[in-house]
């Protein structure tokens, strides 16, 4: 799996928002320690970067906030809303014998519109800006860690329960406008056993069943990740650092508050990080198909649901 096809599918849903949700979040994962492999391309084995190892901790968190809502015959929203939302991740890197970023800053912030076409489609539309660098000194941000951000998504909505969609994404990664491919899938099965698959910020797919009205426990599968715009050797260059998590995740509703506690035990699958040059050809290189390899994952969280 490439690392450059994961950055790619994050921007192409950068901003993105839930726009039927008025909710605060804030979560913190622990990444265990792993080693540090390259995968070359082709049928050669996978090779091992001498002591290389590492581990991160990330604090992530949002708030999204509808500005107006109109629901049609269909229960259909029109929607304007804003959303809000940042992430640090701490790499703890040992033995690396080259340069290697150790922490990430990610602060966005963005517009977004949904509504109805007709009674089969709707259209969901975003625009935002964001602030992607290898430290948290205010005062080195520059304009190169600047990144702008706008898409358009067609719905539709398949049954009561599914709804896929597709659009573009424009944002201006590699120093200039480029246009990415944006996928919205959202699917879910309804009932004391709930199954769910989301494709709208980063990936979520779970399986989770009701215990009652305040535990629901769920195995989950997610991919989220932070990136950094950067100079590296006198060129612009992007540092990518993704995860595939999967594992256990109960969700407790603390009474009446809309406060609901989140936690989350398993695996990290792979963990790609790694530098590429700030251009098309160096996005989908070869080369920089870096990677720690599986490791222990540990997430707590927790969400509040601001129209209570």
Known sequence: MKSASLFATMLGTLLCLKANAQQASFKTEFIGNSGYWFLPSGDKPKEKIGDSKGSSIVYQGAVNIPLSTRLNEHNRPTAWGVGFSGAYAYLNNEHFAGEMVSEIMNLQAGIYHLRPLNE???????????????????????????????????????KPNLSIGGGLALNS???????FPAVYVNWKRHGKFNVSAELIDGLDVAASYKLNDHLKLSWVLEMNGQVALLEKEGKDVIFSHQYIVTGLRPEVKLGKTGLTA??????????????????????????????????????????WDLKR
């Open 120 to 158: 089969k489609w709707s259209l969901r539309a975003s625009v935002g800006i964001g602030v992607f660098t290898p430290s948290t000194d205010f005062s080195n941000i520059g304009f190169k860690n600047v990144l702008g951000s706008a898409g358009v998504v067609f719905i539709r909505h398949l």
């Open 262 to 303: 989140t936690a989350m035990v398993g695996l990290n699958l792979y963990r790609p990080a790694a530098y590429s040059d700030r251009t098309l050809k160096g996005m989908f290189a070869s080369n920089n198909d870096y990677y720690f390899s599986a490791s222990p994952y540990a997430s707590i969280g927790l969400k």
């Open 173 to 179: 990664s590699l120093g200039y406008p480029m246009v």
